[in-house]
């Protein structure tokens, strides 16, 4: 029969129970909170022919980018497949957009989402999946301009209208509009304050401005709400050791990376994507990190074989040059290579992005620096073809800069810190960063110069931040 979700839509399943339960999945998936995935599936033991119930249940696990979850989606989209006949239109784009996501067609099934956004403005499932998908294809004006084009169907009546203001937020800093990003990220937050999506893209426009006091304090100011039962914790975690990095507060992220980021040693490739993305950051400020990357190397060896997703790939790839494993390494660029011979989008991450970023963090890992330059300078202005945010592709250019540096290219390494400052001059790690380069170089004025300006900056940071 056809019912109606808690925005109006028509939805055909069994029984109200079964779309009531649709919707309290995806208010879970929207808030990061809970558990969607038991959710949905509770309901689908009760009405096994919920057709976009076993959407959902695809969507979700899809959206881990694990390829071990890829067969449990499969069969799931075959089972939504199965009952395609008699739904909607838009259920029918929700069935095409998960069988394009399953079987490798990223921006396909990105491309199928907007139809059913097209049909239904206010399908709050197709726009998280899509705007999900936009950040994994690193599509920056996508992740602005799908939200523009359904938010006038949206207002504060509508169920998940802050969720729809939290995302506009995050594609608005992704496309260089800070003030408007953390104006409606800060109204998405005002409406429910555990939308740790937004409280996200907020620090996102914090981090990219370098206003890195603000955004300690909007972190940590409202860490009982995104940092209790939400499973997006981690990554925001992640941001807060962002700016102490930026502080010269290196002891402060480790204790982040140890109670936070690591409490749990999650096997989840989301949070081990985090882990990797500091442990590494820290080893380019010649952080002693101890045996933290053991753990997390003995992880990602699980997933050399993948070849799904390049951005996990890289990750990969950083603990296995920290912690020297060869044989892990050659056998994640032999995945590499036979993924750029595959079919469906990522093999055009790993080509353009995935396998020469992998080959740099190796030789960088080895000690090979210019050759970690050579693979990794072209890649600095397309990096965005293999997914993550701004925030994230960061870690690009602090490698290029750290491999000039310790490859004695001098200027080049200055270069590169020039074009850092100028964006991020608020940053006392980036001055000093300077200041340790132009020492190398024998610039003993200039290296004073920038150590000053480092420790002016660090005067005005309030005690305990």
């Not at 999650?266 to 590494?280: C, F, P, V, Y």
């Not at 701004?390 to 750290?402: F, N, P, S």
Request: with cysteine; aromatic share 8%.
């Amino acid at each position: 029969m056809t019912l109606t979700d808690v925005r109006g839509l028509a939805v055909t399943a069994a029984s109200a129970d079964s779309v009531r339960a649709f919707d309290e999945a995806l208010e879970q998936l929207l808030s990061f909170t809970g558990d969607p995935l038991g959710t949905i599936e509770a309901a689908l033991a009760a009405d096994p022919g919920f057709l976009l119930g076993h959407c959902l249940r695809a969507d979700l696990l899809l959206l881990a980018t694990d390829r071990r979850y890829v067969p449990a989606a499969t069969a799931a989209v075959a089972r939504a497949e199965a009952l395609a006949a008699g739904a909607t239109e838009r259920e029918q784009w929700h069935v095409a957009a998960a069988r394009a996501w399953a079987d490798g067609e990223f921006q396909r099934a990105a491309d199928l989402w907007e139809r059913a956004l097209i049909v239904a403005p206010r399908d709050a499932l197709a726009l998280i999946a899509a705007h999900q998908a936009d950040f994994f294809l690193g599509a920056s004006q996508s992740l602005r301009d799908r939200i523009a084009r359904v938010l006038p169907a949206w207002d504060a009546s509508v169920p998940g209208y802050g969720y729809v203001l939290g995302m506009s937020a995050f594609g608005l800093e992704e496309m260089g509009d800070y003030a408007l990003a953390e104006e409606r990220g800060r109204h998405a937050v005002e409406l429910n304050p555990r939308d740790a999506w937004a409280v996200h893209a907020v620090a996102h426009t914090y981090e990219m401005q370098g206003r890195l006091v603000d955004g300690v304090s909007w972190l940590t100011s409202r860490e009982a709400d995104w940092a209790r039962d939400n499973f997006f914790a981690v990554h925001n975690w992640w941001h807060l050791s962002l700016y102490h990095l930026d502080l010269e507060q290196p002891a402060a992220a480790l204790g982040i990376y140890d109670h936070r980021i690591r409490e749990g040693r999650s096997g989840e490739l989301l949070n081990l994507l985090d882990a990797s993305a500091l442990l590494w950051r820290l080893g380019l400020s010649e952080v002693d990190v101890g045996d933290r990357w053991a753990e997390v190397a003995d992880l990602w060896r699980g997933h050399v074989e993948d070849g799904w997703y390049a951005f996990n790939d890289a990750h990969a790839m950083m603990a296995f040059a920290a912690t020297g494993d060869e044989p892990a390494a050659t056998a994640l660029l032999r995945t590499l290579g036979a993924a750029v011979e595959a079919r469906g989008t990522n093999a055009a991450m790993t080509r353009d992005v995935g396998l020469p970023t992998a080959r740099a963090l190796w030789a960088f890992g080895t000690g090979r620096y210019a050759e970690a330059l050579e693979h990794l300078m072209p890649v600095r202005f397309v990096a965005a073809r293999f997914g993550g945010s701004h925030a994230q592709r960061d870690l690009v250019h602090m490698t290029c800069i750290e491999a000039a540096h310790r490859a004695g290219d001098h200027r080049l390494a200055r270069a590169l810190l020039n074009e850092r400052l100028a964006l991020k001059p608020t940053s006392p790690h980036n001055w000093l960063w300077l200041a340790r380069s132009l020492s190398a170089a024998g610039d003993a004025a200039g290296a004073d110069a920038a150590r000053a300006r480092a420790t002016d900056l660090r005067g005005g940071v309030p005690a305990g931040v």
